[in-house]
Each structure stands twice: as structure tokens, then as C-alpha cells.
């Protein structure tokens, strides 16, 4: 029963995910494999940074121009930017996506091939 999965889990993986990594950077997102992570330039200083959904992502505050995002789990949440005067100067999704490779490496090893 186990291996009657393989083929339903392998086309699953083929169509996902629906929004392409292309489409995401056309409208600005930011795209991040899961555990790894994305440093950001600002054009202007923030004085608050900060992320929707910490579960997500987290960031560090490198200065008030360059923050790291760290994806934690796949899912998306927003990146804010706000100026002195707490005016968004900065707003952009955090797509965090899980890696092609680790994906294969789960479904080899529930599959035992």
C-alpha cells in the first residue's frame, strides 16, 4: 500500500507549486528554500523591521539598510519596512518554499526506494 503512493506523490510534486517562482518575482516577492535565507537591501533607512508571521520567517537586523530573512517553514507572510514616522516604506511577501532535493530525500525515504 505504501508503494501505490509513490506515483500519486511524484505526479503531486510535477504540478507544484501552482504560483511559479517566476510569476512570484514579477510581482516582488521574495522567494526563500526552506532553512536557508535571503539578505535584503533597503533603499532608504528603516527604523522598524519586522515579519506577518514569525513562523514563517524571522529576520536580523544587519543595519537599518540590509536585513536577513530566514525561512523556518514553507508557507507565506510579509516583510515590513517602516520609516521614522511608522509609514510603510518597505512591504513584500515571503514565499518559503521546501527544496526539490529534500522533497525527493522525504519521499525516498517513506517509499524505501
Known amino acids: 500500500m505504501r508503494y501505490a503512493l509513490k506515483p500519486l506523490l511524484i505526479a503531486l510534486l510535477s504540478v507544484a507549486p501552482v504560483i511559479s517562482v517566476a510569476d512570484e518575482m514579477q510581482f516582488g516577492a521574495i ?20 515579519v506577518a508571521d514569525p513562523t514563517i ?3 536580523q537586523v544587519i543595519s537599518n539598510r540590509t ?3 530566514l525561512a523556518h517553514e514553507v508557507g507565506k507572510t510579509t516583510l515590513f519596512a517602516l520609516d521614522e514616522q511608522e509609514e510603510v516604506m518597505f512591504e513584500r511577501e515571503v514565499v518559503v518554499q ?10 525516498s ?5
Open 109 to 113: 525515504s517513506e517509499t524505501g526506494g
Open 57 to 59: 520567517a524571522s529576520v
Open 67 to 69: 536585513v536577513f530573512v
Open 31 to 50: 522567494s526563500i528554500i526552506e532553512s536557508e535565507g535571503e539578505l535584503i537591501h533597503l533603499d532608504e533607512p528603516a527604523a522598524t523591521l519586522f
Open 98 to 107: 521546501k527544496s526539490l532535493q529534500h522533497l525527493q530525500r522525504d519521499l
